[in-house]
């Protein structure tokens, strides 16, 4: 039947699409620290302070 069959995975291609979801992940997690870490600093600086962002 046409459609149904089951495709066979390339080590290679498994390893790559592995690799690619770690990236991401890791830039995930490292931008949303960066976010963290340098957001109010970076807020405060362009415009005068948390309250005012608001």
Do not use: C, N
């Amino acid at each position: 039947m046409a459609g149904l069959e089951v495709p066979t995975w390339d080590p290679q291609t498994a390893l790559l699409i592995g690799a690619i979801l770690v990236e991401a992940f890791v830039l995930y997690v490292g931008y949303g620290g960066l976010e963290k870490l340098l957001g109010p600093r970076l807020m405060a600086f362009l415009v005068g302070g948390e309250s005012s962002a608001e």
